[in-house]
T-cell receptor, first 111, second 111 residues
């Protein structure tokens, strides 16, 4: 497709469950970002990839969060042993140069 | 560090003009972005300012004053579909456009 695609759109997880969120960036985009957006807040940076290299993971809130982009295209954000405070929208963005193009996000609800 | 402030909520009438302000503090300046985000949707790019002054793009204009650390987004001839959150963002230091977002301004347009 022409835009950034994320799946699933919605995910409900029981506390303690592991989840995996997928991002398909725009083809050819070198840069890929993951952001977390709590209700009523702006997106907050989690991690950044340049091709397959994870160059910045300073925003990941704990070691339960892990991201990968093994072939420099599709990326997966994995959250282990989910907790209620992980409930948020997880946004993926890709860019070639300049401004970022965002996907619609995955809304994660931990119950 | 970097800090961005914008009003939490604004209301306006259909057909009117509204100005959404954003103040920022950043150690190095690499431009300022405005994004629009409808509820449950992806943030979409509106504007990018790197030089002082007003840039007009149809009904939307964006202004920047680097010396004052200030920007505004001006929306003219408001339509109901303009009801959304408007996010101000600046790239962080690092050279790869990791964005630092404000909390967003929720605009409600009434008939």
């Amino acid at each position: 497709g022409a835009g950034v695609s994320q799946s699933p759109r919605y995910k409900v997880a029981k506390r303690g469950q592991d989840v995996a969120l997928r991002c398909d960036p725009i083809s050819g985009h070198v840069s890929l970002f993951w952001y977390q957006q709590a209700l009523g807040q702006g997106p907050e940076f989690l991690t950044y990839f340049q091709n397959e290299a994870q160059l910045d993971k300073s925003g990941l809130p704990s070691d339960r969060f892990f991201a990968e982009r093994p072939e420099g295209s599709v990326s997966t954000l994995k959250i282990q042993r989910t907790q209620q405070e992980d409930s948020a929208v997880y946004l993926c963005a890709s860019s070639f140069a300049g401004g970022a193009f965002f996907g619609q996000g995955t809304r994660l609800t931990v119950v | 560090g970097q800090n961005i402030d914008q009003p939490t909520e604004m209301t306006a009438t259909e057909g009117a003009i509204v100005q959404i302000n954003c103040t920022y503090q950043t150690s190095g300046f690499n431009g300022l972005f405005w994004y629009q985000q409808h509820a449950g949707e992806a943030p979409t790019f509106l504007s990018y300012n790197v030089l002082d002054g007003l840039e007009e793009k149809g009904r939307f204009s964006s202004f920047l004053s680097r010396s004052k650390g200030y920007s505004y987004l001006l929306l003219k001839e408001l339509q109901m579909k303009d009801s959304a959150s408007y996010l101000c963002a600046v790239p962080s230091e690092g050279g790869y456009n990791k964005l630092i977002f404000g909390a967003g301004t929720r605009l409600a347009v009434h008939p």
